[in-house]
């Protein structure tokens, strides 16, 4: 599975992203696709996930302001990030889970200015 990535970019506190994030290759079989981020001199931290039947799970962090979703037709993952704050700067990269292994995207950035 090959993760392509796309939408970060440079904002202002209180602006919106979307990112998007498509899978190729062998898809089928996919479950849980994710979002990840990582800024710097943390650890990666799961922001959001969304299971094959659309299930999803939020850090309490991003609650409220985020939204994942899928398209399965497509095999892409969004997420749709408002009220960002510049806490939320960080490298976002995207994730999926098929058959039990993990397979990572390349990873945007997204810079949220005060």
């Known amino acids: 599975v090959q993760l392509q990535a796309f939408g970060g970019g440079l904002v202002q506190a209180g602006g919106s992203l979307r990112l998007s994030c498509a899978a190729s290759?062998?898809?089928?079989?996919?479950?849980?696709m994710n979002w990840f981020r990582q800024a710097p001199g943390n650890e990666r931290e799961l922001v959001a996930s969304?299971?094959?039947?659309?299930?999803?799970m939020y850090a309490g962090s991003v609650k409220g302001r985020f939204t994942i979703s899928r398209d399965n037709v497509k095999n892409t993952v969004y997420l749709q990030m408002n009220s960002l704050k510049p806490e939320d700067t960080a490298v976002y990269y995207c994730?999926?889970?098929?058959?039990?292994?993990?397979?990572w995207g390349q990873g945007t950035l997204v810079t949220v200015s005060s």
């Open positions: 290759g062998s898809t089928f079989g996919i479950n849980s």
């Open positions: 994730n999926v889970i098929k058959q039990f292994r993990n397979y």
């Open positions: 969304i299971s094959s039947g659309s299930t999803t």
